[in-house]
């Protein structure tokens, strides 16, 4: 497999760009991916970064260009996606460039395209995603957030869970159930709500590393109007699966492995002791072969989407494969590193804490974005064709 001259050329400016653009040192940081650390500084770092990236056009690569972006081909995507992972930059603040924009373009109204799609390009609007409850994660399709039709507004009631940068979004996509009498996955609508709409609370939910970047939000009789509704009311399952299917289909969960056991195999390689342990040579041997394995099953799914095919069992293999990779790289960091390997901080901690961090965090990415489970379901009926039950 080999990229073309012309898109080896786009890598080399993205890496120009990132040596100039980002502060030194800062893919060695610990918590350098994590968009909810730090304080307002930091937010005004991200802020103008995004900035940087809008005006080379880079944040919505792949948007038509009608829409503000650059019809970039699949394989050009997938080497800014690659870089930027690897380099731990921040390609977006919420959800905007990636999911909320394309699923707009998909089906949303021209009134909705012209209103959300230039704030996005831009980087003026921060989108968060309220999918999730407390009771319906998994099993998304039981969530209970309401949503009654009232004239011309949705009056919404609910709770949402783990919503990344909440209390930063100026915007939320939102599943809301609009028939409580369908059948769960029919009476479900997709909705745009502004975040500063009366009746919207935001809580912070403090994550294992003990960063805040999720969020709980609460409605309390919202009133959201009717033409923030995108595609068909009680057909917004549909929506949301699209939505979940741009998440789910990148190759950055292969790519955040690759810059740790790149530092986990020159940690062993200069600490006498690492090199001693027992096996870890062989396991260090077969991450790599893994690393490789994962990114073909990434590039499968770029190839498909080049050719105009839709991935779905293909993404899936691809998210379950790279969220249990990076878990078990973290793993054999630890088993690397020995006790240290749990310092956070201070003299004694290795790679600076990253790994503590790392590892933490890895601890999550079989849950987010769809669990392990759900993804061999969906390999198992859409990709294997097997039945139900």
Same mark, same amino acid.
């Given at each position: 497999? @080999? ?51 809008? /005006? $080379? =056009? ?7 260009? *009608?829409?503000?972006? +650059? ?19 921040? %390609? ?21 395209? %012209? ?16 999918f999730s409850e407390p009771g319906a994660g998994s099993d998304l399709a039981s969530l209970e957030t309401r949503a009654a039709a009232d004239g011309d507004y949705f009056v919404i009631n609910g709770q949402k869970i783990w919503t990344s940068l909440a209390h930063k979004a100026d915007w939320c996509i939102l599943l809301v159930r ?7 996955? /029919? ?29 709980? &939000? ?7 109007? @009717? ?15 699209? %939505? ?5 289909? =990148? ?18 390689r200069e600490t006498e002791v690492a090199r001693e342990r027992p096996g870890m040579r062989a396991k260090l041997a077969e991450l790599g072969i893994e690393i490789h394995t994962g990114r073909l099953l990434a ?9 105009? +095919? ?8 691809? /998210? ?5 990779? +990076? ?16 310092? *956070?901080?201070? $003299?004694?901690?290795?790679?600076? =804490? ?16 769809? %669990?392990?489970? &759900? ?6 009926? @859409? ?7």
């Amino acid at each position: 497999f @080999r990229f073309a001259p012309e898109e080896e050329a786009f890598r080399g400016e993205i890496r120009s760009f990132l040596a100039e653009e980002l502060p030194d040192g800062w893919a060695s940081t610990a918590g350098a991916g994590n968009l909810g650390e730090g304080g307002d500084e930091r937010w005004e770092f991200l802020r103008s970064f995004q900035k940087k990236l809008s /005006k $080379r =056009g880079w944040l919505t690569l792949g948007w038509p260009l *009608e829409h503000g972006g +650059q019809a970039a081909g699949v394989m050009q995507q997938v080497i800014y996606n690659e870089e930027m992972a690897y380099h731990r930059a921040p %390609t977006q603040l919420g959800v905007g460039p990636d999911r909320v924009g394309p699923t707009i373009i998909l089906y949303g109204t021209d009134e909705q395209k %012209t209103q959300h799609l230039p704030g996005i390009a831009n980087a003026e609007t921060v989108w968060c995603q309220g999918f999730s409850e407390p009771g319906a994660g998994s099993d998304l399709a039981s969530l209970e957030t309401r949503a009654a039709a009232d004239g011309d507004y949705f009056v919404i009631n609910g709770q949402k869970i783990w919503t990344s940068l909440a209390h930063k979004a100026d915007w939320c996509i939102l599943l809301v159930r609009t028939d409580p009498e369908a059948p769960k996955h /029919k009476g479900i609508s997709y909705l745009l709500v502004d975040m500063r709409l009366p009746g919207i609370t935001i809580a912070p939910l403090v994550d294992i590393t003990g960063r805040h970047a999720f969020n709980q &939000i609460f409605f309390e009789d919202v009133r959201v109007p @009717r033409d923030c509704l995108v595609g068909e009311l009680n057909r917004g399952w549909y929506v949301g699966a699209a %939505t979940l299917d741009f998440e789910r289909s =990148g190759i950055n969960r292969v790519v955040a492995g690759i810059r740790v056991y790149e530092e986990l195999v020159a940690f062993a390689r200069e600490t006498e002791v690492a090199r001693e342990r027992p096996g870890m040579r062989a396991k260090l041997a077969e991450l790599g072969i893994e690393i490789h394995t994962g990114r073909l099953l990434a590039y499968r799914v770029a190839s498909m989407q080049a050719r105009g +095919q839709i991935p779905n069992a293909e993404a899936s293999m691809s /998210k379950m494969y790279g969220s249990e990779l +990076q878990q078990r790289i973290a793993m054999t960091g630890m088993q690397l590193m020995g006790l240290p390997g749990q310092l *956070e901080t201070g $003299r004694w901690a290795p790679l600076a =804490g990253r790994l503590e961090q790392y590892y933490l965090s890895a601890s999550a990415l079989t849950v987010a974005a769809g %669990t392990s489970e &759900i993804q061999r379901n969906i390999i198992a009926g @859409r990709g294997l064709g097997l039945p139900r039950g």
